[in-house]
């Protein structure tokens, strides 16, 4: 089955740093997603992404917060200046036409430590 | 906008039971209701979906319920085996945008003893 790929596996961070977070979604694919996951919380929704905007983002996803599709393999999420609060797993993922009801693809997550 | 809640948060069985995890969704329109398996260290995946013109779907070991009457869905894995420990979440779409497609439940942590 296709995946959803995402580097590093692991960040560590000095609290103020910027941290940019890589993905590369499955080819076919044109409505990406990320994710987080507080340690021992629920997944929540951050951003969507389609046609290099932004389609829709949570009260999480504040100026803080940037997306971006370098190229067109990568998606990446960027942190401008990290909180300890932001410690989390980051979660991409892609689905092919952006539906509700269709399947969604998660990457393994970056696990991200801001000390 | 929709509102998933997931019960037990956490469930220990004996190898071969059975497990059952249910959750309650709250808007009536909602009409597909995935399940994910989040194993240690990995992203989640999807397991099973059932969508609303059906009230059951089976796979092999694991099977999805859903009472559209009472909002509310389950999902049902029998003769547990020890891979099947993991963190089990559940989801409604949402059509409230802001949250993205899918709202999710807060999870069960399913530990299956040998």
């Known amino acids: 089955e296709p995946e959803v790929t995402q580097t590093p596996s692991h960040q560590v961070t000095q609290m103020g740093q910027e941290v940019i977070l890589r993905c590369v979604p499955i080819?076919?694919?044109?409505?990406f997603y990320w994710y987080r996951q507080i340690l021992g919380q629920k997944v929540e929704f951050l951003v969507s992404?389609?046609?290099?905007?932004?389609?829709?983002k949570s009260e999480i996803f504040d100026d803080q917060f940037s997306v971006e599709r370098p190229d067109g393999s990568n998606f990446t999420l960027k942190i401008r200046s990290t909180k300890l609060e932001d410690s989390a797993m980051y979660f991409c993922a892609s689905t092919q036409r952006g539906r509700v009801g269709e399947k969604l693809f998660f990457g393994s997550g970056t696990q991200l430590s801001v000390l | 906008g929709e509102n998933v809640e997931q019960h037990p948060s956490t469930l220990s069985v004996q190898e071969g039971d059975s497990a059952v995890i249910k959750c309650t969704y709250s808007?009536?329109?909602?009409?597909?209701f995935p399940w994910y398996k989040q194993e240690l260290g990995k992203g989640p995946q999807l397991i099973i979906d059932i969508r609303s013109n059906v009230g059951e779907k089976k796979d092999q070991r694991i099977a999805v319920t859903l009472n559209k009457t009472a909002k509310h869905f389950s999902l049902h894995i029998t003769e547990t085996q020890p891979e099947d420990s993991a963190v089990y979440f559940c989801a409604a779409p949402n059509y409230g945008g802001s949250q993205g497609n899918l709202i999710f439940g807060k999870g069960t942590k399913l530990s299956v003893k040998p």
């Open positions: 808007d009536s329109a909602s009409n597909y």
């Open positions: 992404f389609y046609n290099n905007e932004i389609s829709e």
């Open positions: 080819s076919n694919h044109l409505y």
